[in-house]
């Protein structure tokens, strides 16, 4: 078995991103990203401090929009118009959840697609389902990217997907389609999951449950993703995955905190990069 390290992963990604930085900055190209976060959600205020310490780590221009809770779509819109024209912002990134007075879908249709660097868009969701890309949404990205960098291809492979959210379940199944995988996705109606669990090579789990995938769910030599993000009976951090017990069952397993998490960051900020270098008409950093 083997701990796949997300954070050692995701540290080479932005070490690259750094150098890249370095190169454009010669052609006079500097990504820039602006996240707004309304309201004082304590964990979106620390995703939203983390996102802009990275920025500064890569050499990224950043901008942050703290807003009241009480913030009307109107002005939030402006914001984001305001934004949508501004040269030096390249990705905009809004964090959601958003109070329930304010509507997300609205919300994202008003970025412009080519500054949409969490690919929520409904333009870049449909060139997602057809596979012509530049951006990916940046949680199923670093799974991609977290199977890659372990040297599993999963050209041919049974991949079961627990969970069929927008923002990971679905575009997740997309994304290994495209690399060949067959595909099955599981969600709150799923009968027998447990079966259709047992007959996987890899399973992603995102479903939002602690320590909801147990051994008696998985095979041997299976290869188990854990998006979850979830707190114990102790409170303490965990994932979807009842990791103690079925991790000696797996060839590969990402650990809770340290494995998907970290990775998120990185790719928000890869898609950064490609928002600037298409931004900019530069074709190589
Ligand atoms: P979500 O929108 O709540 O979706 C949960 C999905 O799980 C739904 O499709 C739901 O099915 C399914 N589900 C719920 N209970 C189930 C059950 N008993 N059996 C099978 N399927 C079940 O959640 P999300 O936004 O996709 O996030 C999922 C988890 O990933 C959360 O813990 C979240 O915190 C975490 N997350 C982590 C990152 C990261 O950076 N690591 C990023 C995003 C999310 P229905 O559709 O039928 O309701």
Not at 24 to 52: C, F, H, I, M, W
Not at 79 to 98: F, S, T, Y
């Amino acid at each position: 078995m083997e701990i796949i390290d997300g954070k050692k992963i995701s540290a080479q990604i932005k070490e690259e991103l750094r150098e890249k930085t370095a190169r454009l900055k010669e052609k006079g190209v500097v990504p820039g990203l602006a996240v707004v976060l309304v309201g004082d959600d304590p964990a979106s205020q620390t995703y939203v401090r983390n996102k802009k310490k990275t920025c500064d780590e890569l050499g990224y221009y950043s901008e942050e929009y703290i807003l009241p809770a009480d913030t009307t779509q109107e002005t939030l819109d402006a914001l984001i118009d305001r934004l949508n024209a501004e040269p030096k912002i390249h990705g905009i990134l809004v964090q959601l959840p958003l109070p329930r007075h304010l509507n997300a879908d609205h919300v994202i249709e008003r970025i412009l697609p080519q500054k949409d660097v969490d690919a929520f868009h409904p333009s870049n969701v449909g060139k997602i389902m057809i596979g012509k890309y530049d951006f990916l949404p940046c949680t199923p990205a670093g799974v991609m990217t977290l199977l890659d960098r372990s040297g599993i291809d999963v050209c041919g492979k049974k991949c079961v997907v627990l969970g069929r959210s927008n923002i990971v379940g679905k575009p997740q199944a997309m994304l290994l389609l495209h690399k060949n995988a067959t595909v099955t996705i599981c969600h709150s109606k799923t009968k027998d999951l447990a079966e259709i669990t047992k007959q996987a090579d890899v399973i992603v789990c995102a479903i939002g449950k602690a320590k909801f995938l147990t051994a008696d769910m998985v095979s041997p030599g299976t290869v188990v993703i854990d998006v979850g993000i979830n707190r114990d009976e102790n409170g303490k951090l965990c994932g979807d995955v009842d990791f103690e017990n079925v991790a000696p069952k797996t060839s590969f397993i990402t650990p809770v905190p340290g494995g998907v998490g970290p990775m998120t960051i990185a790719m928000l900020m890869k898609n950064t990069m490609t928002a600037a270098m298409i931004a900019e008409g530069v074709s190589e950093g």
